[in-house]
């Protein structure tokens, strides 16, 4: 989106890590009086917090995601009454914050989901039910994961694809119990770059949907004459339209989630942008 474009969105993120319940709500009133049209809430990814026995000796390493979403919810639409008397409703423990403050009403909550290392969509729903109105994903690097995972949302009544723009929106979805399900879409390309996200992702770095994605991709550099040769480019290139191909349009999908972390991948978004190939069809 260009500055100054009126549908593009400013999203800030806020993650948990090992912040008191406190602490999360005054960052949460802070984004929402700088602006932000959408918070990303996440429990963070502190090294501590993998490590439950000392976790779960630091208050702030209990509060998670879910902590987030149901006090930014709070925060967001309880009337002034409910506001005056604190609390966070968390499980993290209760805020003991008195303020009135409370985050703009057109706000819009996202959290984030991972087809690849979730066995089914029930954290998603929890976070759904907790406030999420859109879900975005790690991309899916292991699509028979993602298939199942998709499969499992739309069950749980996820998946909605109604687009709320920043001028329009209203502080609920259309349809409470859904979200918006905006996919990963890494642009991948090179085998570093593949190997990059699958780490990222938590995929098996032997699992055959790992192994098969980075095998192709290096394959394609040795036939084409390494990374930066202009016949691997347009290979890249094909391999993300493809992708690209599968996921507009697929029922349950409601956008991409671009995010190319190099030169290489930056360009390939540009030419599959200008083409059209990010944009879901027209009815």
């Not at 502190?46 to 919810?73: K, M, Y």
């Not at 209760?94 to 703009?104: A, C, D, K, V, W």
């Amino acid at each position: 989106m260009a500055r100054g474009d009126p549908s593009a969105w400013r999203v800030t993120t806020v993650a948990a890590q090992l912040r008191s319940p406190d602490e999360v709500e005054r960052r949460l009133l802070a984004a929402g009086a700088a602006g932000a049209d959408a918070l990303l809430l996440l429990s963070g990814s502190h090294p501590l917090r993998s490590i439950p026995p000392l976790a779960a000796a630091v208050a702030g390493a209990r509060v998670d995601s879910l902590d987030l979403l149901r006090t930014a919810r709070r925060l967001r639409d309880a009337d002034g009454d409910l506001m005056m008397m604190g609390g966070s409703g968390g499980s993290g423990g209760g805020s003991s914050s008195t303020t009135s403050s409370r985050l703009p009403s057109t706000l819009a909550l996202w959290a984030v989901a991972n087809p690849v290392t979730e066995r089914d969509a029930s954290r998603s729903a929890a976070k759904v039910a907790a406030g999420a109105e859109a879900l975005l994903t790690q991309p899916p690097l292991d699509w028979a994961a993602f298939e199942r995972w998709l499969a499992d949302a739309r069950r749980r009544g996820l998946g909605s694809a109604e687009v709320q723009q920043p001028q329009s929106r209203t502080p609920c979805p259309p349809h409470p119990g859904t979200a918006r399900l905006v996919i990963g879409f890494p642009c991948l390309s090179s085998s570093a770059n593949a190997r990059f996200w699958v780490e990222l992702c938590g995929a098996p770095r032997d699992g055959p949907a790992a192994q098969a994605t980075t095998k192709a991709f290096a394959d394609a550099e040795k036939r084409l004459g390494g990374a930066s040769s202009a016949e691997f480019a347009a290979w890249a290139l094909e391999w993300n339209r493809a992708l690209a191909s599968r996921l507009v349009g697929m029922p349950g999908v409601g956008g991409l989630h671009v995010m190319p972390v190099t030169a290489a991948g930056k360009r390939i978004a540009v030419e599959l942008l200008a083409e059209g190939a990010l944009r879901p069809p027209v009815p």
